[in-house]
């Protein structure tokens, strides 16, 4: 590999050991025969530390611990949550 060049490298299949480190054939395949499928998300970041600090920790906590949003439908509110809450706690004491 020479200068100025990016190699990616995902989830080698080959049927015999291709002397990169496993010594062994890499040829995983799912149910059906075929080889396994992986979806993956390349990110590149290009920066100069000259000019000022790499942004990679804070980009990386981003894209690993994306904001989780959660959404409410019921209307009711929790006073009405509470009071029936202790509704069903004084049925089951009277049964």
Sequence with gaps: MGNNTIELMQNRR????DAKGVVEALNETDADGFGLRVNAKYFVQIFDFKRAQSLQRSQQILIDQPMQMFYVFDKMDLKNI???TSQKK????LT
Excluded: E, L
């Design 14 to 17: 080959t049927t015999d050991d």
């Design 82 to 84: 509470s009071a029936a």
């Design 90 to 93: 004084q049925h089951r004491s």
